[in-house]
């Protein structure tokens, strides 16, 4: 019977405060921030297959020798490069003679935009010929989440707060706050063999995005 008591008493201290909240005044507003980063981990997939160069047939080896070669005179580590799977080699077949087909797949791991620009030339003089940008993103990602939302949140309240302050009325506390929209990424667009380099700009050469962070949320403050 206690219990039967307790349970009531407790369900209509929910009701009045559920009805005071909704009688309450308020002010429900939207807040946005947006914020671009630099990416520090590009992931470029890399494709190595047997090629035919009139009667001569370029093997995977000799490929991957000359691919690592060029990599290092144009310094990029060979720590940034891995294979992209256990099964490195990979068959299939070729349609006009019905022959196997060795290839082999890498993924290139660079951090700054001066690297990849390195590392295409890298490409170009090592003929690979199947390659392109699998992801773009920064190492800190979540950490600038976090702050892009804050900041979502500080411009709905500056927005409640100056709306209600031109009719003399001010911003009490935060009654609701709720995430619109998730975060927004740029996508990585998929470079292919054909990319131009343009050597007179500095930096962003190849003339990819930065990683747009986008958020909104929506705020119900009291009005005092």
């Known amino acids: 019977m206690k219990n039967t008591y307790l349970l009531i008493l407790l369900f209509f201290t929910t009701f009045i405060q559920a009805q005071n909240l909704q009688t309450s005044p308020f002010i429900e507003v939207i807040g946005t921030a947006e914020k671009e980063i630099i990416p520090n981990e590009i992931i470029f997939?890399?494709?190595l297959k047997e090629q035919i160069d009139g009667r001569n047939k370029i093997t995977i080896d000799e490929q991957e020798t000359l691919f690592l070669n060029e990599l290092k005179n144009q310094k990029?580590?060979?720590t940034k490069l891995s294979l992209n799977n256990a099964n490195a080699h990979q068959l299939r077949v070729r349609k006009k003679t019905n022959q196997l087909v060795t290839q082999k797949q890498f993924e290139l791991k660079l951090n700054t935009i001066e690297e990849v620009n390195r590392a295409l030339d890298a490409f170009d003089?090592?003929?690979v010929k199947s390659f392109y940008i699998q992801e773009m993103t920064h190492s800190e990602i979540e950490m600038y989440r976090k702050e892009v939302?804050?900041?979502a949140l500080q411009a709905a309240k500056n927005k409640a707060t100056y709306l209600l302050e031109?009719?003399?009325q001010k911003v009490g506390?935060?009654?609701e706050i709720k995430e619109n929209t998730d975060v927004y990424l740029s996508k990585a667009p998929e470079f292919m063999s054909n990319i131009s380099v343009d050597t007179?700009?500095?930096k962003n050469e190849i003339g990819f995005k930065p990683i747009l962070l986008k958020f909104e949320?929506?705020?119900k403050f009291e009005i005092k």
Do not use: R, V, W, Y
Request: aromatic share 0%; glycine share 0%; charged share 10%.
């Open 76 to 78: 990029i580590e060979l």
């Open 173 to 175: 506390n935060a009654l």
């Open 217 to 219: 949320i929506q705020a």
């Open 125 to 127: 003089n090592a003929n």
């Open 149 to 151: 939302k804050i900041l």
């Open 200 to 202: 007179n700009e500095n």
């Open 45 to 47: 997939s890399i494709t």
């Open 166 to 168: 031109s009719i003399n």
